[in-house]
């Protein structure tokens, strides 16, 4: 088994059913990729110090494009709601208006425990807990996901894959069992 200390990064990232190339679905798509890792880090206890946004167009094409921006953040977070501002910051960076875009994501690395034992007296970092997050979890826990999330999130929804002719889940999800009648 991984413990949480060997961790170096954490990854979220999405291929598009269908091209994207406008900005507002990819600041859409960074919103959903701040939030599923914001959920990966709290989980296991853990706080990144270093974020890495990317996008890709189609690989199959004679024109592929790949872009990807770098940041150290001043204060190791896990909460979507500080992540998502180092984004929008940088977004313009990122995007060139004629791409086509097939793939977004983001990388946290620099990954640390909210543990601080074993720190050295030279070894200062700068933890920003965000105090809403816990409750933010508990409310998408209660009534879904989709029931609060960042502005940005519904800026377009063109981006999200697409699902027609995915598999039945039925080890993970009750309603594509088949029921008997």
């Given at each position: 088994?991984?413990?949480?200390?060997?961790?170096?990064?954490?990854?979220?990232?999405?291929?598009?059913?269908?091209g994207?190339n406008?900005?507002?679905?990819?600041?859409?798509?960074?919103s959903?990729?701040?939030?599923?890792?914001?959920?990966?880090?709290?989980?296991?206890?853990?706080?990144?110090?270093?974020?890495?946004?990317?996008?890709?167009?189609?690989?199959?094409?004679?024109?592929?494009?790949?872009?990807?921006?770098?940041?150290?953040?001043?204060?190791?977070?896990?909460?979507?709601?500080?992540?998502?501002?180092?984004?929008?910051?940088?977004?313009n960076?990122?995007?060139?208006?004629?791409?086509?875009?097939?793939?977004?994501?983001i990388?946290?690395?620099?990954?640390?425990?909210?543990?601080?034992?074993?720190?050295?007296?030279?070894?200062?970092?700068?933890?920003?807990?965000?105090p809403?997050?816990?409750?933010?979890?508990?409310?998408?826990?209660k009534?879904?996901?989709?029931?609060?999330?960042?502005?940005?999130?519904?800026?377009?929804?063109?981006?999200?894959?697409?699902?027609?002719f995915?598999?039945?889940?039925?080890?993970?999800?009750?309603?594509?069992?088949?029921?008997?009648?």
């Amino acid at each position: 088994t991984r413990r949480s200390s060997d961790l170096k990064h954490i990854i979220s990232s999405r291929s598009f059913g269908t091209g994207v190339n406008d900005v507002n679905s990819l600041l859409a798509s960074y919103s959903y990729h701040c939030e599923n890792l914001s959920r990966k880090l709290s989980k296991q206890g853990l706080f990144a110090q270093q974020i890495i946004i990317f996008a890709n167009s189609s690989r199959f094409k004679n024109d592929y494009f790949s872009s990807a921006k770098s940041i150290i953040l001043p204060q190791a977070t896990n909460s979507f709601r500080h992540l998502m501002p180092y984004v929008t910051s940088i977004i313009n960076d990122i995007y060139k208006p004629n791409i086509i875009y097939k793939k977004t994501g983001i990388i946290v690395s620099d990954v640390i425990s909210c543990k601080m034992e074993q720190r050295d007296l030279f070894d200062q970092v700068n933890i920003n807990h965000d105090p809403i997050l816990d409750a933010l979890q508990m409310i998408k826990g209660k009534f879904g996901s989709d029931s609060i999330k960042l502005a940005t999130s519904n800026l377009s929804d063109k981006w999200h894959m697409n699902n027609n002719f995915r598999s039945p889940r039925y080890t993970t999800d009750i309603s594509d069992l088949i029921m008997a009648s």
